[in-house]
Protein backbone atom coordinates (compact mmCIF):
# COMPACT_ATOMS: atom_id res chain seq x y z
CA UNK A 1 0.00 0.00 0.00
CA UNK A 2 0.82 3.56 -0.77
CA UNK A 3 -0.57 6.76 -0.86
CA UNK A 4 -0.48 9.13 -3.21
CA UNK A 5 -1.81 13.22 -1.71
CA UNK A 6 -3.23 15.24 -4.67
CA UNK A 7 -4.07 18.93 -2.40
CA UNK A 8 -6.11 21.93 -3.75
CA UNK A 9 -6.76 25.61 -2.76
CA UNK A 10 -10.31 25.64 -3.54
CA UNK A 11 -13.50 22.85 -3.42
CA UNK A 12 -13.56 24.02 -7.00
CA UNK A 13 -10.21 22.91 -8.05
CA UNK A 14 -10.44 19.75 -6.08
CA UNK A 15 -13.65 19.13 -7.73
CA UNK A 16 -12.63 20.09 -11.48
CA UNK A 17 -9.20 18.11 -11.18
CA UNK A 18 -10.47 15.19 -9.32
CA UNK A 19 -13.20 14.77 -12.62
CA UNK A 20 -10.79 15.30 -15.10
CA UNK A 21 -8.65 12.40 -13.69
CA UNK A 22 -12.05 10.24 -13.66
CA UNK A 23 -13.05 10.94 -17.24
CA UNK A 24 -9.38 10.62 -18.31
CA UNK A 25 -9.42 7.08 -16.53
CA UNK A 26 -13.13 5.82 -17.65
CA UNK A 27 -11.95 6.76 -21.38
CA UNK A 28 -8.73 4.53 -20.90
CA UNK A 29 -10.54 1.88 -19.71
CA UNK A 30 -13.00 2.09 -22.45
CA UNK A 31 -10.04 2.21 -24.83
CA UNK A 32 -8.50 -0.70 -23.48
CA UNK A 33 -11.43 -3.59 -22.41
CA UNK A 34 -14.65 -1.89 -24.30
CA UNK A 35 -16.51 -0.83 -20.59
CA UNK A 36 -15.51 0.94 -17.88
CA UNK A 37 -16.90 0.64 -14.29
CA UNK A 38 -17.22 3.57 -11.48
CA UNK A 39 -18.21 3.25 -8.14
CA UNK A 40 -19.07 5.87 -5.81
CA UNK A 41 -20.01 7.30 -2.42
CA UNK A 42 -22.33 9.27 -1.46
CA UNK A 43 -22.29 11.82 1.61
CA UNK A 44 -22.16 15.22 1.79
CA UNK A 45 -18.75 15.57 -0.63
CA UNK A 46 -19.05 14.72 -3.73
CA UNK A 47 -21.58 16.12 -5.71
CA UNK A 48 -20.02 19.19 -6.84
CA UNK A 49 -17.15 16.46 -8.43
CA UNK A 50 -20.27 14.43 -9.64
CA UNK A 51 -21.61 17.77 -11.30
CA UNK A 52 -17.97 18.52 -13.32
CA UNK A 53 -17.88 15.09 -14.05
CA UNK A 54 -21.48 14.91 -15.51
CA UNK A 55 -20.37 16.82 -18.97
CA UNK A 56 -17.25 15.31 -19.76
CA UNK A 57 -16.99 14.30 -23.20
CA UNK A 58 -16.66 10.39 -22.50
CA UNK A 59 -18.63 7.48 -24.03
CA UNK A 60 -20.62 7.24 -21.35
CA UNK A 61 -23.22 4.60 -22.76
CA UNK A 62 -19.85 2.44 -22.17
CA UNK A 63 -20.07 3.32 -18.53
CA UNK A 64 -21.31 1.14 -15.94
CA UNK A 65 -21.81 3.41 -12.19
CA UNK A 66 -23.00 2.06 -9.15
CA UNK A 67 -22.54 2.64 -5.58
CA UNK A 68 -19.89 2.40 -3.08
CA UNK A 69 -22.19 2.15 -0.11
CA UNK A 70 -26.07 3.27 0.19
CA UNK A 71 -28.14 3.41 2.97
CA UNK A 72 -31.80 0.95 3.17
CA UNK A 73 -33.73 4.00 2.26
CA UNK A 74 -36.40 4.32 -0.49
CA UNK A 75 -34.18 5.59 -3.81
CA UNK A 76 -36.41 8.84 -3.54
CA UNK A 77 -35.44 9.82 0.24
CA UNK A 78 -33.57 12.13 1.58
CA UNK A 79 -30.66 10.21 2.58
CA UNK A 80 -30.53 7.94 -0.47
CA UNK A 81 -26.59 8.12 -2.01
CA UNK A 82 -28.33 6.56 -5.08
CA UNK A 83 -30.64 9.71 -5.59
CA UNK A 84 -27.80 12.10 -4.28
CA UNK A 85 -26.26 10.08 -7.96
CA UNK A 86 -29.15 10.55 -10.19
CA UNK A 87 -29.40 14.64 -9.74
CA UNK A 88 -26.16 15.11 -9.39
CA UNK A 89 -24.23 12.84 -11.58
CA UNK A 90 -26.69 10.99 -13.44
CA UNK A 91 -27.63 13.99 -15.99
CA UNK A 92 -26.44 15.59 -18.81
CA UNK A 93 -23.91 13.31 -20.96
CA UNK A 94 -23.72 10.89 -18.04
CA UNK A 95 -27.12 10.27 -18.52
CA UNK A 96 -26.58 7.58 -20.97
CA UNK A 97 -24.45 5.34 -18.35
CA UNK A 98 -26.02 2.30 -16.89
CA UNK A 99 -26.53 2.86 -13.02
CA UNK A 100 -27.05 -0.22 -10.75
CA UNK A 101 -29.07 0.45 -7.88
CA UNK A 102 -27.99 -0.60 -4.36
CA UNK A 103 -31.85 -1.04 -2.79
CA UNK A 104 -34.74 -3.39 -3.62
CA UNK A 105 -38.43 -3.83 -2.14
CA UNK A 106 -36.73 -6.07 0.79
CA UNK A 107 -37.81 -5.16 4.17
CA UNK A 108 -33.39 -5.36 5.30
CA UNK A 109 -30.61 -4.94 3.43
CA UNK A 110 -30.01 -8.30 5.18
CA UNK A 111 -33.17 -10.07 3.40
CA UNK A 112 -32.24 -7.80 -0.08
CA UNK A 113 -28.54 -8.38 -0.29
CA UNK A 114 -28.76 -11.60 -2.30
CA UNK A 115 -30.80 -9.48 -5.34
CA UNK A 116 -28.11 -6.91 -5.39
CA UNK A 117 -25.28 -9.49 -5.35
CA UNK A 118 -27.01 -10.49 -8.52
CA UNK A 119 -27.66 -7.64 -10.01
CA UNK A 120 -24.25 -6.22 -9.42
CA UNK A 121 -22.73 -8.92 -12.11
CA UNK A 122 -23.09 -6.93 -14.87
CA UNK A 123 -20.04 -5.04 -13.59
CA UNK A 124 -16.94 -7.15 -13.88
CA UNK A 125 -14.51 -6.88 -11.36
CA UNK A 126 -11.99 -5.34 -11.04
CA UNK A 127 -13.72 -2.82 -10.46
CA UNK A 128 -12.26 0.39 -12.56
CA UNK A 129 -12.74 3.41 -10.79
CA UNK A 130 -13.35 3.70 -7.04
CA UNK A 131 -13.99 6.38 -5.06
CA UNK A 132 -13.82 6.39 -1.43
CA UNK A 133 -15.43 8.72 1.31
CA UNK A 134 -14.28 8.59 5.04
CA UNK A 135 -16.62 9.77 7.82
CA UNK A 136 -15.20 11.75 11.02
CA UNK A 137 -15.28 8.26 13.02
CA UNK A 138 -12.45 6.72 9.96
CA UNK A 139 -15.16 4.29 8.82
CA UNK A 140 -14.98 4.31 4.95
CA UNK A 141 -17.94 2.84 2.50
CA UNK A 142 -20.09 1.54 5.08
CA UNK A 143 -17.77 -0.31 7.00
CA UNK A 144 -18.24 0.82 9.83
CA UNK A 145 -15.99 0.89 13.53
CA UNK A 146 -17.76 -1.57 15.83
CA UNK A 147 -20.41 -2.60 13.75
CA UNK A 148 -20.99 -6.28 14.31
CA UNK A 149 -21.20 -7.31 10.72
CA UNK A 150 -17.58 -5.51 10.20
CA UNK A 151 -15.33 -8.84 10.24
CA UNK A 152 -17.47 -10.58 7.60
CA UNK A 153 -17.69 -7.89 5.28
CA UNK A 154 -14.05 -7.32 5.60
CA UNK A 155 -13.31 -10.75 4.52
CA UNK A 156 -16.34 -11.70 2.79
CA UNK A 157 -16.01 -13.47 -0.65
CA UNK A 158 -19.08 -11.76 -1.73
CA UNK A 159 -19.44 -8.63 -3.62
CA UNK A 160 -21.34 -6.57 -1.34
CA UNK A 161 -22.22 -6.76 2.72
CA UNK A 162 -25.22 -5.46 4.97
CA UNK A 163 -24.19 -3.82 7.82
CA UNK A 164 -25.90 -2.19 10.79
CA UNK A 165 -23.66 1.26 12.07
CA UNK A 166 -23.72 1.66 15.79
CA UNK A 167 -24.16 5.29 15.56
CA UNK A 168 -24.90 6.29 11.90
CA UNK A 169 -29.10 6.14 10.94
CA UNK A 170 -30.26 3.62 8.58
CA UNK A 171 -29.22 0.13 7.99
CA UNK A 172 -26.74 -0.10 5.00
CA UNK A 173 -25.29 -2.31 1.76
CA UNK A 174 -21.45 -1.75 1.06
CA UNK A 175 -18.86 -3.53 -1.32
CA UNK A 176 -16.92 -5.39 1.01
CA UNK A 177 -13.48 -5.21 1.86
CA UNK A 178 -12.20 -7.58 -0.92
CA UNK A 179 -14.22 -5.91 -3.60
CA UNK A 180 -13.12 -2.37 -2.67
CA UNK A 181 -9.34 -3.24 -2.56
CA UNK A 182 -9.39 -4.89 -5.82
CA UNK A 183 -10.22 -2.10 -7.62
CA UNK A 184 -8.06 -0.69 -10.66
CA UNK A 185 -7.49 2.67 -9.19
CA UNK A 186 -8.92 3.24 -5.94
CA UNK A 187 -9.53 7.19 -4.87
CA UNK A 188 -9.78 8.95 -1.37
CA UNK A 189 -11.91 11.88 -1.36
CA UNK A 190 -11.96 14.29 1.14
CA UNK A 191 -12.03 17.87 2.61
CA UNK A 192 -11.34 19.60 5.18
CA UNK A 193 -8.35 19.41 7.93
CA UNK A 194 -10.18 17.33 10.60
CA UNK A 195 -10.19 14.44 7.86
CA UNK A 196 -6.62 14.85 6.66
CA UNK A 197 -5.42 14.70 10.51
CA UNK A 198 -7.64 11.90 11.04
CA UNK A 199 -6.39 10.26 7.52
CA UNK A 200 -2.47 10.69 8.99
CA UNK A 201 -3.39 9.14 12.38
CA UNK A 202 -4.95 6.00 11.29
CA UNK A 203 -2.01 5.56 8.75
CA UNK A 204 0.76 6.04 11.02
CA UNK A 205 -1.11 4.40 13.98
CA UNK A 206 -0.14 0.89 15.35
CA UNK A 207 -1.71 -2.02 14.06
CA UNK A 208 -3.58 -3.09 17.03
CA UNK A 209 -4.70 0.91 17.74
CA UNK A 210 -5.65 1.00 13.56
CA UNK A 211 -7.92 -1.72 13.82
CA UNK A 212 -10.21 1.06 14.91
CA UNK A 213 -10.02 2.77 11.79
CA UNK A 214 -11.32 0.98 8.72
CA UNK A 215 -9.98 3.59 6.52
CA UNK A 216 -6.80 2.23 7.26
CA UNK A 217 -7.54 -1.45 6.75
CA UNK A 218 -9.15 -0.98 3.39
CA UNK A 219 -6.13 1.36 2.26
CA UNK A 220 -3.14 -1.34 4.01
CA UNK A 221 -4.90 -3.31 1.37
CA UNK A 222 -5.37 -1.50 -1.47
CA UNK A 223 -3.40 -3.26 -4.33
CA UNK A 224 -2.47 0.14 -6.33
CA UNK A 225 -1.43 3.33 -5.36
CA UNK A 226 -4.52 5.00 -3.30
CA UNK A 227 -4.56 8.30 -4.44
CA UNK A 228 -6.06 10.96 -1.68
CA UNK A 229 -7.75 14.17 -3.27
CA UNK A 230 -8.34 17.09 -0.75
CA UNK A 231 -8.99 20.62 0.06
CA UNK A 232 -9.18 22.19 3.51
C1 LIG B 1 -22.35 7.18 3.09
C2 LIG B 1 -21.01 7.03 2.47
C3 LIG B 1 -19.88 7.19 3.41
C4 LIG B 1 -19.32 8.59 3.21
C5 LIG B 1 -18.65 9.09 4.47
C6 LIG B 1 -18.27 10.55 4.34
O1 LIG B 1 -23.30 6.73 2.53
O2 LIG B 1 -22.42 7.77 4.17
O3 LIG B 1 -20.81 6.61 1.23
O4 LIG B 1 -18.89 6.24 3.41
O5 LIG B 1 -18.41 8.60 2.15
O6 LIG B 1 -19.54 8.96 5.54
O7 LIG B 1 -19.43 11.30 4.25
P1 LIG B 1 -19.43 12.85 4.04
O8 LIG B 1 -18.95 13.10 2.65
O9 LIG B 1 -20.86 13.25 4.24
O10 LIG B 1 -18.52 13.43 5.07
Known amino acids: MSLQWHEFASKDELDLNLAHYIAAQL ?3 IAERG ?3 LAVSGGRTPAGMFKALRTSNIEWSKVNITLVDERWVPNDHADSNERLTRENLLQDGAAAANFISM ?3 AATPHAGLAGIEARLSVIKTPIDILILGMGDDGHTASLFPNAAELEDACVS ?5 AVTPPVAPHQRITLTLPTIVQARN ?6 G ?3 K ?4 TAMQEQKAITELYPIRRVLDQVKSTAQVYWTA
Open 27 to 29: QQA
Open 35 to 37: TAS
Open 103 to 105: VND
Open 157 to 161: TQLVA
Open 186 to 191: VLVHIT
Open 193 to 195: TGK
Open 197 to 200: ELLN
